[in-house]
């Protein structure tokens, strides 16, 4: 009798369909896990948290001026934290960072108490700045009340729009250079007015990104 053949036979279909069906299975799993993965992939971080990256040929920055007379400013540097309170080199006044224009190496970094403090040591600092430095400079309590005539051109010739009328108290963070040609677009400015201070005496933080070109020659 060919019946056995005939169960060998329906036998084997059923396997072979079996195994066909547990392969669809599988690829679909797989196909499900994937999608899965792509759809909880984290959002991309940008250096220092920015909103977006820097093209080549540029440092990223994101930094902060001090809050009031209490929380330090910050500067981060192509996501590497360089000043701050925590990292305990930042202090009342002028808080200033020199970059190497080519290589982003951070070459010092200071502050100048311009409250109680001279601003001698600040104009001799600013007068030893090498060509195609980028210069970093954040508020802390209180910016301008030593600074002289003398020092405020300095600050202007790296590039500061404000430098010449900080007052007291004012909150300022800048990046410029030595050596530039034109005004910096990396600046911002907040007056120390009593209609609009978030703290008592001060005004609020103040927060700036961007991406400072890199010295090509």
């Not at 220092?48 to 009031?68: D, E, I, Q, T, V």
């Not at 006044?93 to 200071?110: E, F, S």
């Not at 108490?113 to 001799?124: H, S, T």
Request: aromatic fraction near 10%; charge should be neutral.
């Amino acid at each position: 009798f060919a019946l056995p053949g005939i169960l060998k036979l329906a036998a084997l279909i059923f396997v072979f369909l079996l195994a066909v069906f547990l392969a669809f299975q599988l690829l679909e799993i797989n196909m499900d896990f994937n999608l899965s993965s792509m759809m909880s992939t984290k959002p991309v971080r940008y250096k220092c948290g920015l909103s977006k990256s820097c093209p080549a040929g540029h440092f990223a920055f994101k930094m902060a001026s001090g809050a009031a007379s209490v929380v330090g400013p910050r500067i981060c540097l192509e996501d590497k934290l360089i000043m701050s309170s925590v990292k305990n080199n930042v202090g009342r006044g002028i808080n200033i960072a020199l970059v190497h224009g080519r290589t982003g190496d951070v070459m010092k970094t200071d502050f100048f108490d311009m409250w109680a403090g001279d601003v001698a040591p600040l104009i001799k600092f600013l007068k030893e700045i090498e060509d195609g430095t980028v210069v970093m400079m954040a508020s802390f309590d209180d910016p301008s009340t030593k600074l002289n005539d003398e020092a405020r051109k300095l600050i202007a010739d790296l590039g500061s729009s404000v430098i010449t009328s900080l007052g007291f108290r004012d909150n300022w963070i800048f990046v410029g250079g030595k050596g530039i040609k034109t005004k910096s677009p990396f600046e911002q400015h907040i007056k120390n007015s009593a209609d609009t201070n978030k703290f008592e005496g001060w005004p609020e933080v103040l927060e700036m990104e961007g991406c400072v070109p890199q010295r090509q020659d």
